[in-house]
């Protein structure tokens, strides 16, 4: 509309070498915008199909889960919205576009841009094909998931509440002895726990003098009716207070990344459970997701894993959350792996490296002991289910080695 208004404003008349890139008389302009609708719409068709054979293709190899990666490409979004856009453009032009005597109207430039738009989604069609064959390829999933997962540790290590507790202890069972009431806050829909207003949650403790213990942590799954909170106060709760609780977390049929570490962890479990099934066996990419699940854990060595007690400007303790702890990551990283890697040596194998090398960057007791904890469960089912003895031989040769990193 904008172009069009320039173009009822200055009346311009290409001479020269220019003038053949002109659409010229109002004929002209019709066909060229009519050629170019035409063509964009049939693109995008093309493009259209191409992402539903892409997503087609990743939901067998990776699982469904993992589509909304997909979906929430910003080149995808771009490709498809640039020739809808092209096409509604064209559109647009083309019924400004008058050959009357009296009143004949050619928009010269705005013809001009919708050529330039033509060739520029060319190009872009070309990078778009060459993305999306990239795209779905295992090792670039894999890469993108365990970007995902680094944005998460950086985010949510810690994840702040008001403030933290100073490296002091905190009674919990003495202080709720003092707060004779308790009420349940209970999810309203069943669902998975998507996030916590972790501001509007402490901004209602302070106000009404409570203490707010969380049951449950983004990720979770919610029956309707089940217990996500425990609200104790001096007096009894009113039911407004609970319900502006409720309202304070969202809550969903899928997992989402924000608020949940874990969910990028299981979206590169789930990549390495369906490569190691029967009907695919394929050890190699299982391998490379316990390569980028070691280099997360790694970092997590490093993170300062939040306290469960946050604080108000008093230093008062308002609200006690289900804070995640680096066992329970190493659980969701490797368990499932470990299940499903029974009867390959290979991979069995690659999770004693693994620990190796979690293990000479861990820093505290708990880190170590959780390590040594799944080494011991690694070892214990290559004994149970590898036959070859040489394979039994290099698990158990691995596993020595990470007591040798202690000295």
């Known amino acids: 509309m904008l172009l069009v208004r320039v173009d009822s404003q200055f009346s311009y008349s290409p001479s020269g070498f220019i003038q053949y890139y002109f659409s010229g ?9 009519s050629t170019i609708a035409g063509a964009m719409i049939g693109v995008a068709g093309t493009v259209f199909s191409i992402t539903l054979v892409a997503l087609t293709l990743a939901s067998s190899q990776f699982g469904p889960r993992l589509l909304q990666n ?8 771009v490709v498809l919205g640039t ?28 013809v ?25 390829q295992a090792d670039k999933v894999i890469a993108d998931i365990s970007q995902s997962i680094t944005k998460s540790v950086k985010t949510l290590f810690p994840e702040e509440i008001g403030d933290p507790l100073p490296q002091t202890e905190f009674n919990l069972e003495a202080q709720m002895k003092h707060l004779p009431y308790c009420e349940k806050v209970c999810a309203i829909s069943s669902g998975y726990l998507q996030a916590v207003d972790t501001d509007s949650i ?17 990720g979770d799954y919610l029956v309707e009716g089940k217990t996500f909170m425990e609200v104790y106060g001096y007096e009894k709760v009113d039911e407004k207070v609970i319900s502006s609780i409720q309202d304070a977390v969202i809550m969903g049929v899928t997992r989402t990344l924000p608020q949940d570490a874990e969910f990028a962890i299981h979206q590169m479990v789930e990549i390495a459970a369906r490569a190691l099934s029967p009907g695919i066996n394929d050890p190699y990419t299982a391998i490379s997701c316990i390569d980028n699940l070691t280099a997360t854990l790694c970092k997590l060595t490093k993170a300062t894993f939040p306290s469960p007690f946050r604080l108000d400007e008093q230093q008062t303790v308002r609200v006690v959350a289900k804070p995640l702890t680096f066992s329970g990551m190493m659980d969701a990283a490797f368990n499932q792996i470990r299940q499903f890697a029974t009867g390959s040596p290979a991979v069995l194998i690659r999770l004693m490296d ?6 000479e960057f861990a820093r505290t007791e708990e880190q170590t002991t959780a ?8 070892l214990n089912t290559g004994k149970a289910c590898l036959d070859e003895k040489n394979d039994q031989e290099d698990l158990r040769l691995r596993y020595e080695l990470m007591f040798e990193t202690d000295d």
């Open 202 to 218: 402490l901004d209602i403790a302070v106000k009404h003098n409570l203490l707010l213990r969380l049951t449950n942590r983004p």
């Open 112 to 136: 001009l841009v919708a050529i330039i738009l033509a060739l520029g989604n060319i190009f872009l069609l070309i990078i778009y094909i060459h993305h999306i064959s990239v795209g779905i």
């Open 70 to 77: 997909f979906m929430h490409d910003k080149l995808n979004q």
């Open 25 to 33: 008389s109002a004929d002209s302009a019709r066909s060229i915008l």
């Open 354 to 359: 693994a620990f190796i090398t979690i293990k």
């Open 83 to 110: 020739y809808i856009s092209t096409f509604v453009y064209c559109l647009l032009v083309l019924r400004s576009v008058k050959s009357e005597e009296d009143l004949e109207f050619v928009p010269n430039i705005s």
């Open 371 to 378: 390590v040594m904890r799944h080494a011991d469960m690694v």
